[in-house]
């Protein structure tokens, strides 16, 4: 039997064997599991793949208030991603009310969205979870991976040529095994290798599995892991992997990684991130892209349940060379006596980079709109020391599912901070927000402080840096004191200043250029 692939509106058909190829079986389990490396079993019945094109409609909107409107489909889930080169943003979603995906793209940094294609898999299912990931060089398809409800759920990896000229799908994890969470990513290479780690969640024993694919997407590697709970991965620099997950009945965060690319014999050992007994939720694992990746900062962040109550708080685990590399566990991203949820974190994908970027849902009823989603971001040479976060959403209610997600786009200005893709109230549309977008309505009491501007802006003890306005200009810039003595460094977006004390302060790029006076309040 063979997986036939029907594209409507392309005309293009290919096929997939059921067993694909994989690398040899080792006996080397990852995270402490008890099997063996096993090939994935082909499913059934056959899936075949639908596609269409979309409806080029165009919608566009401007920042902060209000944000971007994208679509009014209420939603199981969505998730985005971005060309490095290019880029070009790329947003997948699943709409609650048909049994499809939606590929949306925006080649204008978000300002505006194009409904460009969808397909269905045959048998019909609804996708609960998708994930997107952006290829990069010849193969830069636009993979969008999907749980199908086939055998207690099925993940295939539905691809998309980013020129529309091209799709195709290829069974990642398929068969009787129970699947109802996932995460996947890529590394940095321009041969990207794929990785996808699945479980299921409501058992314990050997319970998920890590998959790997060097020929993008086309076939898959397997080896099995234990008590592992709602995964998140991400890839660092160069070869290495990190993972975070719940564990024991979502009483734990776990965290291991592997040195190379996945190989069986590279997994690190398995460190316990919990202090308590307490709920935890959302683990999600964010490292920084700084060498040698043995010595980069990683952040584990989650919703932690506060004394065992439903007040949930936005903890962090964070491991840094700073303090000689071990773990500073329990530490407190935003805890008040309303819930603050971890929904996304990401760094950007670019050498050198320290920072990571983080969507926050907080819940909030002396707020009007009472659930909003709000921006933080980090920096690896002060992991602990947090943006004070910033709203992201407008004054219709957000929601905390489908969860906001965190998306760059190169080419922006400032580059090198985050849009975030959101839904409202009752899974209902999607919407898009940037930091690099032109000024809106500001919050009560606080400055529109993220238009551009000749010199830096602040708000709250935020200090916006604009982009170097001249080829050969430095992007970094330094904060000097009124007598001249270098506070902090900056990087174009924003920056936190609210260890500085207030009172005058000079923004300086070089040298020779002239300062700018700024002062903080």
Not at 109 to 120: E, L
Not at 395 to 423: C, D, H, M, Q
């Amino acid at each position: 039997m063979r997986h036939t692939i029907l594209l409507l509106a392309i005309a293009v058909c290919v096929a997939v064997a059921d067993n694909p190829p994989t690398l040899a079986e080792t006996a080397q389990p990852f995270g402490l599991g008890s099997g063996t490396w096993r090939p994935a079993q082909a499913g059934e019945p056959a899936v075949t793949l639908r596609s269409g094109p979309g409806t080029g409609e165009k919608l566009s909107g401007r920042f902060w208030d209000p944000p971007v409107f994208i679509s009014d489909e209420a939603l199981w889930d969505l998730d985005a991603d971005c060309d490095d080169v290019t880029g070009v943003m790329w947003l997948v979603l699943a709409p609650s009310a048909d049994s499809l995906i939606r590929f949306y793209n925006s080649t204008d940094h978000g300002a505006s969205w194009t409904y460009v294609q969808y397909a269905d898999l045959t048998p019909r299912s609804t996708y609960w979870n998708v994930k997107v990931v952006v290829g990069t060089g010849d193969s830069n398809y636009v993979h969008a991976f999907v749980r199908h409800d086939a055998a207690m759920g099925d993940l295939y990896d539905i691809r998309l040529k980013q020129d529309l000229s091209y799709m195709d799908f290829y069974p990642v994890q398929v068969g009787p095994d129970t699947l109802s969470s996932f995460d996947v990513c890529r590394d940095n290479r321009t041969d990207y290798g794929l990785f996808a780690l699945t479980s299921n969640p409501y058992s314990s024993g050997e319970n998920a599995a890590f998959l790997r694919s060097f020929d993008f997407g086309k076939t898959w590697d397997r080896q099995p892991g234990t008590n592992i709970r709602r995964p998140t991965l991400c890839a660092g620099a160069d070869t290495y992997l990190h993972i975070a997950c719940t564990s024991d009945w979502d009483r734990n965060v776990a965290y291991f990684y592997n040195s190379n690319r996945g190989d069986p014999s590279s997994w690190g050992a398995r460190t316990s991130l919990g202090t308590d007994t307490f709920q935890i939720y959302d683990a999600i694992v964010s490292a920084a892209m700084t060498t040698p990746e043995s010595l980069a900062t990683v952040w584990v962040l989650y919703s932690h349940s506060n004394n065992n109550t439903a007040d949930f708080d936005a903890d962090y685990a964070v491991r840094s060379d700073s303090w000689g590399g071990t773990w500073l566990k329990h530490q407190q991203l935003a805890a008040t006596s309303v819930t603050e949820l971890v929904r996304d974190a990401e760094c950007y994908r670019e050498p050198g980079n320290k920072y990571t970027d983080a969507a926050l849902v907080v819940s909030d009823t002396a707020e009007q709109d009472s659930v909003v989603v709000q921006y933080t971001w980090a920096n690896g040479d002060a992991p602990r020391s947090w943006l004070a976060p910033i709203k992201v959403s407008d004054t219709l209610k957000a929601v905390r599912w489908p969860e906001p997600k965190v998306v760059f786009s190169p080419g922006a200005t400032p580059y090198n901070v985050p849009g975030i893709v959101f839904s409202r109230y009752n899974h209902y549309g999607a919407w898009f927000n940037a930091a690099w977008f032109g000024s809106g309505a500001a919050e009560p009491g606080q400055s529109a402080g993220h238009a551009s501007a000749p010199g830096a802006t602040i708000v709250r003890g935020v200090l916006r840096l604009p982009p170097a306005p001249s080829v050969g200009r430095p992007a970094t810039a330094d904060l000097l004191d009124i007598s001249g003595r270098r506070v902090m460094s900056l990087r174009p977006g924003l920056n936190d200043v609210r260890q500085l004390a207030r009172g005058v302060y000079y923004v300086v790029r070089a040298a020779a250029q002239p300062a700018t006076k700024v002062v903080l309040e």
